[in-house]
C-alpha cells in the first residue's frame, strides 16, 4: 500500500489509474504476468470480477474435468483466460463426426 493524495492504495491499481484512468465499476486490475508484487503498466488489464476469478481457478488447474494433464502438446489456449485440453476437443470431434455420419 502507498499513500497518494490523501488515500491509500494498492500499487498496481494506483498505476493503472494514472496510466489509463479511473477503474470502472465490476472491475479489477489483472496481473497478466501472475505476479502480484508487478505494477508494470505493461502488464496491468481490467477484467471483471468473473473472468479474474474464472483465470486464477484456470492457472491452478494441473488436469482437465476428465482427467487428462494439462501439458504444452497437450493444451491449447483459448485468448487470455482459457485453456482446452486437446485429448477432450479431440474426443469431442470424434462424437460430433460419428454421429453426424451415423445418422
Known sequence: ????????????????????????????VDHQCFNRACANPKHLRLLTWAENARRQRLSLATHCKHGHEYTPENTRTRGSTG?????????????YRARKLGS
Open 1 to 28: 500500500m502507498v499513500a497518494f493524495r490523501g488515500s491509500d492504495w494498492r500499487v498496481h491499481r494506483l498505476v493503472y489509474t494514472i496510466e489509463f484512468g479511473p477503474i470502472p465499476d465490476g472491475f479489477t
Open 83 to 95: 485453456r482446452v485440453c486437446r485429448a477432450c476437443a479431440a474426443q469431442r470431434s470424434r462424437a
